[in-house]
């Protein structure tokens, strides 16, 4: 049974940082990303990361290029994702969700992961 198990979350002031994590377990996956939702909103994506190749080839959405990296240890089949500079307007629960099948160009889209871990609350006061 595959699983995604997100830790890491906390509140924090704005301007702080904050490092998550995705521990996977259960199956392979081709990508891993991250995503996240605030209430009212859609869920958004932030970046990803692929596992399969050695080179790790990483995306990021416009909104947090610069600021977040996503990172891989493939020995401890974890993804992380660290958060700097953060802001009021990036609380939100972030999701961990693995992509099993593979897919030309970026895993930028909810519908390339089949997989979704439970999230974890990210709170950013001013």
């Known amino acids: 049974q595959a699983q995604l198990v997100e830790s890491g979350g906390g509140a924090v002031q704005a301007g702080g940082s904050l490092r998550l994590s995705c521990a996977a377990s259960?199956?392979?996956?081709?990508?891993l990303g991250w995503f996240r939702q605030s209430p009212g909103k859609e869920r958004e994506f932030l970046a990803s990361i692929s596992i399969r190749w050695s080179t790790g080839s990483t995306y990021y959405a416009d909104s947090v290029k610069g600021r977040f990296t996503i990172s891989r240890d493939n020995a401890k089949n974890t993804v992380y994702l660290q958060m700097n500079s953060l802001k009021p307007e990036d609380t939100a629960l972030y999701y961990c969700?693995?992509?099993?099948?593979?897919?030309?160009?970026?895993?930028?889209?909810?519908?390339?992961?089949?997989?979704w871990g439970q999230g974890t609350q990210v709170t950013v006061s001013s």
């Open positions: 259960g199956r392979t996956f081709s990508n």
């Open positions: 969700a693995g992509a099993s099948y593979y897919y030309i160009g970026a895993y930028t889209r909810e519908h390339q992961y089949d997989y």
